[in-house]
C-alpha cells in the first residue's frame, strides 16, 4: 500500500504505540485529512479536463471515476488507521476524521455530479478561408467557447481540436447544442454528413450558424437547414454587402437580454430564405439596408430581382434569427455576421451570439444576457488561421 504521508509511515511501521506518541495523533490526523482533500480535487481537476479534452459521455467518466479513483482514495483511510491500537484519544481522533472525510467524499461527489450535469456545447470550426482577420472560424470559436466558460454558467463549451466535420462523431453526442462555423453552400461542412447531423437535431440538439454557415446549397441541405433554424442563405435570393446596420429596437427574447441598440459594419447577409409565413422564426436582428448596399448588378450573391423589391418596399431585413422547431423539442439560431473578426470586440454584437448559445442549449439566458469581457487587441490576434497555406 502506498504510504499517504511521511507522518503515517512511522505509526503504520510500529502498531505497539505508546502514550507519548498518541499525542501526534491530532496532527496527523489533521494531515491525513488534508491530504485526502488534495486527492480529492485533483481527481475532480482530471475530471474535468477528461470531460473537456476527450468529450466522452459524463456517465462513463462518473461511472470511471466513483469505480477506480474514489475507490482507491477514500476508502484508503480506515484501512489504514484501523491497525492501531485503539486508544480513546485515538478514537476520538479517527472518529472526527472520519466525519471530515466523509463530508469531503459528499461534497466532491455533489461537485462530480454537477460537473456532469454542465450543459456541453461543441464548437465546430470550417478549414481556413478569406484573408488574415476574416472568416476567422477557430479563433472566433474560441473567444466565443471562453466567453461561456468564463461566465460561471455551469457550462462545459469546446472547441473540436480538429477542422471540419468530427471523424469520431460520438464527439457530439450529449451535446446540448453544436455552434458552426465554416464555408458555405458546396464547401458546408455538414454537406456530407447531413443525415447524422439530422439524427442530433431530431432528438432536440440546438444548433448555431455563424455568416458563411449560414449558406446552404437549395434542396436537400437547405431543406435541412430550414428544419434545424427556419433559415437560410440562398443564392439568387440573399445578398451579401458590407454594410453598417443600426439595431435600435429588439424583441421580447431572451436572446435580446441584456443587448443595447449597436450599429456595426459587417458583411450583414440578407434577405434570408426563410420557412413559410415565418413560422416558429423570432428575428432577433433587423435593420432597413440602404440602397447602396444593392448597387452591384444581379448575381448569385449580389442582386436579385426579389431583393431589390424587397428593400424598395421598406421590408426590414433580419440577419439574425431565432428558431424554435415545430417537435417543441430544438431549437435553431441564424447569425450572418462576423465576416470581419475584429466585430467580436462590440459587446452587443458577442452578447448577442453567446445569449443564442445558450438559449438554443436550452439554458436560461441571464436577465442581463451573458457577460463577457472585451477581447483586447492581443486576443483577438490569437489563434488565428494560418491563412499562408492556401
Ligand atoms: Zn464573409
Known amino acids: 500500500m502506498a504510504t499517504p504521508c511521511a507522518s503515517i509511515a512511522p505509526l503504520l511501521d510500529n502498531k505497539t504505540l505508546d502514550n507519548h506518541r498518541s499525542n501526534e495523533l491530532p496532527q496527523i490526523c489533521e494531515e491525513f485529512v488534508l491530504f485526502s482533500a488534495r486527492r480529492c480535487l485533483s481527481s475532480l481537476r482530471r475530471l474535468a479536463n477528461e470531460t473537456r479534452t476527450a468529450l466522452r459521455c459524463p456517465h462513463d467518466l462518473v461511472g470511471r471515476l466513483s469505480r477506480h479513483r474514489f475507490r482507491a482514495e477514500f476508502l484508503l483511510l480506515p484501512r489504514i488507521l484501523y491497525p492501531l491500537p485503539a486508544t480513546p484519544v485515538m478514537k476520538t481522533h479517527i472518529r472526527s476524521s472520519l466525519i471530515c472525510l466523509g463530508a469531503i467524499c459528499l461534497i466532491c461527489s455533489q461537485a462530480v455530479l454537477l460537473a456532469a450535469e454542465e450543459a456541453k456545447i461543441v464548437f465546430i470550426s470550417g478549414t481556413p478561408s478569406h484573408g ?36 469520431d462523431p460520438s464527439v457530439l453526442e450529449g451535446a446540448a447544442t453544436v455552434v458552426v462555423f465554416c464555408t458555405g453552400h458546396r464547401g458546408h461542412l455538414l454537406n456530407a454528413h447531413l443525415e447524422k447531423f439530422d439524427a442530433l437535431m431530431k432528438k432536440g440538439t440546438g444548433v448555431v450558424m455563424i455568416h458563411w454557415a449560414t449558406e446552404a446549397v437549395a434542396g436537400k441541405p437547405g431543406d435541412k437547414f430550414l428544419e434545424w433554424m427556419g433559415g437560410f442563405c440562398d443564392l439568387n435570393w440573399s445578398v451579401n454587402p458590407h454594410w453598417k446596420a443600426n439595431f435600435k429596437t429588439f424583441p421580447e427574447h431572451p436572446i435580446a437580454n441584456g443587448v443595447q441598440p449597436f450599429s456595426l459594419n459587417d458583411e450583414w447577409y440578407y ?14 436582428l433587423s435593420d432597413l439596408p440602404g440602397p447602396e448596399t444593392l448597387k ?3 448575381g448569385a ?10 428593400v424598395a418596399a421598406g421590408e426590414s431585413q433580419h440577419v439574425a434569427w431565432a428558431y424554435q422547431r415545430p417537435d417543441g423539442k430544438g431549437r435553431g439560431f441564424g447569425f450572418t455576421g462576423a465576416h470581419n473578426h475584429v466585430s467580436w470586440q462590440d459587446d452587443n454584437f458577442r452578447k448577442v451570439v453567446l445569449n443564442a448559445i445558450l438559449w438554443t442549449a436550452q439554458v436560461e439566458v441571464p436577465k442581463k444576457g451573458v457577460p463577457s469581457a472585451t477581447p483586447t487587441d492581443q486576443e483577438i490576434r490569437e489563434n488565428l488561421d494560418d491563412k499562408r497555406r492556401k
Open 301 to 310: 450573391r449580389s442582386g436579385n430581382p426579389d431583393v431589390r423589391r424587397a
Open 271 to 284: 434577405h434570408m430564405r426563410f420557412v413559410k409565413d415565418m413560422v416558429g422564426v423570432t428575428p432577433i
Open 132 to 167: 488574415p482577420m476574416t472568416h476567422e472560424h477557430r479563433a472566433g470559436n474560441i473567444l466565443l467557447a471562453k466567453a461561456l466558460n468564463a461566465a460561471d454558467l455551469s457550462l462545459n463549451a469546446v472547441v473540436l481540436p480538429e477542422n471540419g466535420y468530427p471523424k
Open 296 to 298: 452591384r448588378s444581379d
